[in-house]
C-alpha cells in the first residue's frame, strides 16, 4: 500500500510487515551554490531531518528510501559533501532500523560519504516489498531495470515538477506538485530495450515532488516540452492525462 503523506513530499509504503518512508531529491549541499550567487542561506538540512523525524514518528516508518539527488554536487565530490553527507545519514540510522539509497544523476562518488550500515543501491533502481505488494522505486534520470518496470507500479523523482498560478494583479507563482500517471507495460519494457512476453497490463507511475523545498523546478502547466530522462521522454506517459496534485492535495489537472 502506498499513502501520500498530506503536505509534504513523501510516500509511505506498507507491504504488509514494514512500514517505508521515502523521499527524493535531498540536494545536500545546495547552500554552497547558493552562496556563490550572493545569496546567504542557513543550512537547511537540519529541517529536513526534523520534517522526516516527525514523519517517520507519526507513520511508524521503520526503513527510509531515498530515491537520489542526495547531495546537490555534480560530478565531484565536493568539502561541504563530506561535511554534511556523513553526518546526515549517520543520524537517520539512529531513526531508522534500515536506510537506503538509490542513487541520482548528482550523486556521483557518493559511496565513501555513506556510513557502512546505508544500502547502496544501482542506479537503474531496486524493487521493494514483495508478492502482490511490490514498488518499483529509482531516480528517473535513467531507465530503471526490467524487474522495477514490471511491478506495474513505479516512484520516481528527478522531474521538479511546479504549477504555476497567477493572481489577479498578474503576480506570478510556483509551487511543486505531485503526478499520478499510468503506462502500458509491454509498451514501456520494449521502449526501454527489455525483451518481453508480458500482456499489455496498464502501470502506475508516481513523479515525486523535491523534498528540499528551496529545490526550483520548470512550470508543468506552460506548454514546454518536458524532457526529464527516459521515462517521461518515451511517450509512453500521456502527462496531458496525468493527475496532478499541489502538496496540500488540490487537484490542479
Not at 518496470?149 to 521538479?160: A, E, L, P, R
Amino acid at each position: 500500500m502506498l499513502k501520500v503523506v498530506p503536505g509534504e513530499a513523501a510516500l509511505i509504503f506498507s507491504d504488509g510487515e514494514a512500514r517505508s518512508l521515502l523521499v527524493s531529491d535531498l540536494h545536500l549541499g545546495l547552500e554552497k551554490e547558493m552562496a556563490k550567487k550572493g545569496f546567504s542561506l542557513p543550512s537547511y538540512s537540519v529541517k529536513m531531518l526534523e520534517r522526516i523525524k516527525g514523519i517517520a514518528e507519526k507513520a511508524g516508518a521503520e526503513r527510509a528510501v531515498i530515491l537520489g539527488d542526495v547531495k546537490h554536487s555534480v560530478g565531484k565530490v565536493e568539502d561541504i559533501d563530506w561535511s554534511i553527507l556523513p553526518w546526515f545519514f549517520g543520524t537517520l540510522l539512529d531513526l531508522f532500523s534500515s536506510v537506503e539509497v538509490v542513487p541520482g544523476n548528482h550523486d556521483g562518488g557518493i559511496k565513501p560519504l555513506l556510513p557502512p550500515r546505508v544500502k547502496l543501491h544501482a542506479a537503474d533502481g531496486a524493487v521493494l516489498g514483495d508478492g502482490d505488494e511490490k514498488l518499483g522505486v529509482s531516480h528517473g534520470h535513467a531507465w530503471p531495470s526490467a524487474e522495477v518496470i514490471s511491478t506495474g507500479k513505479m516512484v520516481i523523482g528527478h522531474s521538479h515538477f511546479t504549477f504555476e498560478m497567477k493572481d489577479g494583479l498578474g503576480a506570478r507563482s510556483r509551487e511543486s506538485v505531485w503526478l499520478f500517471g499510468r503506462y502500458d507495460l509491454r509498451e514501456l519494457l520494449a521502449k526501454a530495450g527489455y525483451k518481453t512476453r508480458k500482456r499489455g497490463r496498464k502501470g502506475e507511475l508516481v513523479v515525486m515532488p523535491p523534498f528540499n523545498k528551496m529545490v526550483g523546478g520548470r512550470p508543468i502547466n506552460r506548454g514546454e516540452s518536458l524532457s526529464f530522462g527516459p521515462i517521461l521522454s518515451s511517450g509512453s506517459i500521456k502527462l496531458g492525462e496525468a493527475d496532478i496534485f499541489l502538496l496540500d492535495g488540490t487537484r490542479v489537472s
